[in-house]
C-alpha cells in the first residue's frame, strides 16, 4: 500500500500515455486490418474466398485465446513494475516483428505454401497482438476509479486510433500504389515503418501510464474458477449489452473498412481520391474528440451512441437506394455520419470500464482480466466475421482479382450496394441492442459508481 502512496497523482501525462498505447496496438493491428487481405488479394493474388475462409478460422482461434490470456493475466501477481505493463512491456517487440513478416511476397512460391505461411504469421501475431492488447485495455481500470477520469481515458483511447486513421487512410493510398496499382514492396516498407513506431509508442506507455487501483490479491493457495467466473459473467447485462453492440457495429464498420479501397479504386474510378477523405477526416476527428464527452455528461453515454450511431444508420439506408457518383459529396456525407457513429468508437472503452464496475456490484469481484478479455473475445469474433465477410462479399459478387482488371459495370454498382447496405444493417442493429439490452442510463450509471465507492470506503474502513 505504500508503495501505491508514493505514485504521482493522475494527470495529463496518463491520458497522452495510454494515447499513445492504443496508437501502438494501431500501429500493426489497424495497418494489417485495412491492408493485409488487400495484401493477400492483389499482391499474392489468393482467391478472395480462400483469404475469408484464412480470416475465419484464425481470428475465431485468435478470439478463443483471448479469455485464457485473460485469465493468465488475473493469475499473476502484481510486481513492482505493475500487474498489466509488464505484458505490454515483454510482448510488443516480438508483436512488431510478425507484423511484419506477414508481409513479406511469398507470391512467387506453391499456392498450399503461400496458404501455410499466411497462416502460420497470422496466428503467431494475433496470439502476441492478444498479450499485448487484453493488459492494455484491461489497464485503464486500475489507472483510475474516477468516473470522469475513465470517461477521459476513453476519449483519449480513440484519439490514438483516430489519429493512426487519419494518417493512414491519406498517406496509405498514395504511398502503396503506383498507376491505381498496388506495389509489394511499398506495403512491406510501410509495415516496417508501423512497427517500429507501435513499439516505441508502447514502451513510452508502460513508462507515463501508472496502476494507482488497488487490485486485492486472491488468497494464496485459491485458484481462479474459470467457468465460475464465466457463469457469473452471462448475467452481467452491461457487459452482454456492450458486447453485442460492439459486436454487430463493429461488423457493420469493419465490412465497410475493407471495401472502402475497392469503392474509391472502382465505384469512384480512383483510389487516391481516398487521400481527400483522409485529409478532411483530420477535421471530423478533432470535432468529434471535442464534442464527444460534452454530449456524453449531457445526454449519457448510452443515450449519445444510440442517438448518433441511429442517425449514421438511416443516412446510409438512404444512400443505398440513391447512389451518390460525386466522391466529393459521398466524402462529406460520410464525414457528418462518421460524427454521429464516433460515440461508439470514442465512448466504447468507458462503457467496459463501466460494465466492470456493474460485475463488481454483482459479485464483489472485479475480474477485470477475464471481464475485458471476454469482451475483447467478442471484439476478435467481429473481426473474425467482418474480414472474412469483406472477401465473400468480393468473391460472391465476382470482383477480379488478376493484376490489372478492370471490373464490370455490375460488380462496381454491387460494391455501392454492399457498402452502403451493410453500413445501414450493422449501426442500426447495434442501436437496437445497445438500447434494449445494455442497461446502464446515464442516472443508472451514477447510482453503481456511488454504491461501490460505499462499498470500498466500508471494508477500507474495517
Not at 63 to 91: H, L, Q
Not at 265 to 285: C, E, P, R, T, W
Amino acid at each position: 500500500m505504500d508503495q501505491k502512496k508514493t505514485i504521482r497523482p493522475f494527470s495529463m501525462k496518463d491520458k497522452i500515455g495510454y494515447t499513445l498505447g492504443d496508437l501502438g496496438c494501431c500501429f500493426t493491428e489497424q495497418y494489417r486490418a485495412m491492408y493485409l487481405s488487400i495484401f493477400y488479394t492483389l499482391i499474392l493474388q489468393v482467391n478472395p474466398f480462400h483469404v475469408g475462409i484464412l480470416l475465419l478460422i484464425t481470428k475465431i482461434w485468435d478470439a478463443v485465446n483471448d479469455p485464457i490470456i485473460g485469465a493468465m493475466v488475473d493469475s499473476r501477481k502484481a510486481t513492482k513494475g505493475g500487474k498489466f505493463i509488464p505484458w505490454i512491456r515483454a510482448f510488443s517487440f516480438p508483436m512488431a516483428v510478425l507484423c511484419v513478416l506477414g508481409f513479406v511476397n511469398v507470391g512467387n512460391i506453391n499456392y498450399g505454401l503461400r496458404l501455410a505461411y499466411m497462416f502460420v504469421t497470422y496466428v503467431l501475431y494475433e496470439a502476441l497482438y492478444t498479450c499485448v492488447n487484453v493488459p492494455f485495455g484491461t489497464l485503464s481500470s486500475v489507472m483510475t476509479d474516477d468516473v470522469s477520469q475513465r470517461t477521459a481515458l476513453s476519449r483519449y483511447r480513440s484519439l490514438g486510433g483516430t489519429i493512426f486513421m487519419t494518417v493512414m487512410v491519406m498517406i496509405g493510398p498514395l504511398f502503396l500504389y503506383v498507376d491505381n496499382k498496388p506495389v509489394a514492396g511499398r506495403f512491406l516498407m510501410l509495415a516496417c515503418i508501423c512497427a517500429m513506431l507501435g513499439l516505441l509508442c508502447l514502451q513510452i506507455t508502460c513508462v507515463w501510464c501508472k496502476e494507482r487501483v488497488e487490485v486485492p490479491e486472491r488468497p494464496q493457495g485459491e485458484k481462479l474458477n474459470y467457468l465460475h467466473v464465466l457463469k457469473e459473467i452471462s448475467h452481467n447485462k452491461a457487459l452482454l449489452g456492450v458486447m453485442f453492440f460492439s459486436l454487430t457495429g463493429m461488423i457493420g464498420a469493419s465490412v465497410v473498412n475493407g471495401l472502402n479501397t475497392y469503392l474509391y479504386k472502382d465505384f469512384f474510378g480512383n483510389v487516391k481520391i481516398q487521400a481527400v477523405s483522409g485529409m478532411l477526416s483530420v477535421l471530423y476527428a478533432v470535432l468529434s474528440f471535442a464534442i464527444t464527452q460534452p454530449l456524453a455528461n449531457k445526454f449519457g453515454k448510452k443515450e449519445w451512441c444510440c442517438m448518433g450511431a441511429g442517425f449514421a444508420a438511416i443516412v446510409f439506408g438512404i444512400l443505398f437506394f440513391f447512389p451518390v457518383h460525386n466522391p466529393v459529396a459521398f466524402i462529406v456525407i460520410n464525414g457528418i455520419c462518421y460524427l454521429g457513429a464516433s460515440g461508439m468508437q470514442v465512448l466504447i472503452w468507458a462503457m467496459v470500464n463501466d460494465a466492470i464496475d456493474y460485475h463488481e456490484l454483482q459479485t464483489g469481484e472485479r475480474n477485470e482480466g477475464i471481464v475485458y478479455s471476454t469482451y475483447s473475445f467478442f471484439r476478435k469474433l467481429a473481426s473474425a466475421i467482418s474480414g472474412s465477410l469483406s472477401s465473400f462479399v468480393l468473391g460472391a459478387i465476382g470482383y477480379n482479382v488478376t493484376a490489372g482488371a478492370v471490373q464490370t459495370a455490375g460488380v462496381v454498382n454491387a460494391i455501392w450496394k454492399s457498402y452502403t447496405g451493410v453500413y445501414f444493417l450493422g449501426y442500426g442493429i447495434a442501436v437496437a441492442i445497445l438500447f434494449f439490452v445494455y442497461p446502464l442510463t446515464k442516472q443508472k450509471t451514477a447510482e453503481m459508481l456511488t454504491e461501490l465507492k460505499a462499498r470500498r470506503a466500508a471494508k477500507e474502513s474495517k
